[in-house]
């Protein structure tokens, strides 16, 4: 079993940042890769961003150059950095961890981007 828990949401104003956190533990061994995923209200959910173990990240076009996911060498914590905010980023945001067996989720951080 895998548990993920997101921090760092928040309200902040266009134009600002905030800094996401995945705290993974349990049997993190199985996941070869964190992504971040994010819902707004009546769209489906999808990917943010994703970094693998060694390191490779892939970004969707509208946070490339905005957003910067990073982890520490153990993956117990997957950040996501977020600069630059738009009010389309509204969402809440998942940390997601695939394993051979299946796809675990956290409970997901409430970021809102508004003046």
């Known amino acids: 079993q895998v548990q993920l828990v997101e921090s760092g949401g928040g309200l902040v104003q266009p134009g600002g940042s905030l800094r996401l956190s995945c705290a993974a533990s349990?049997?993190?061994?199985?996941?070869?890769?964190v992504g971040w995923y994010r819902q707004a209200p009546g769209k489906e959910r999808e990917l943010v961003a994703s970094i693998t173990r060694g390191g490779r990240t892939n970004y969707a076009d509208s946070t490339k150059g905005r957003f910067a996911i990073s982890r520490n060498v153990p993956m117990t914590t997957v950040y996501l950095q977020m600069n630059n905010l738009k009010p389309e980023d509204t969402a809440v945001y998942y940390c997601n961890g695939p394993s051979p067996s299946r796809t675990y989720w956290g409970q997901g951080t409430q970021v809102t981007v508004s003046s």
């Open positions: 349990g049997q993190i061994f199985m996941l070869n890769s």
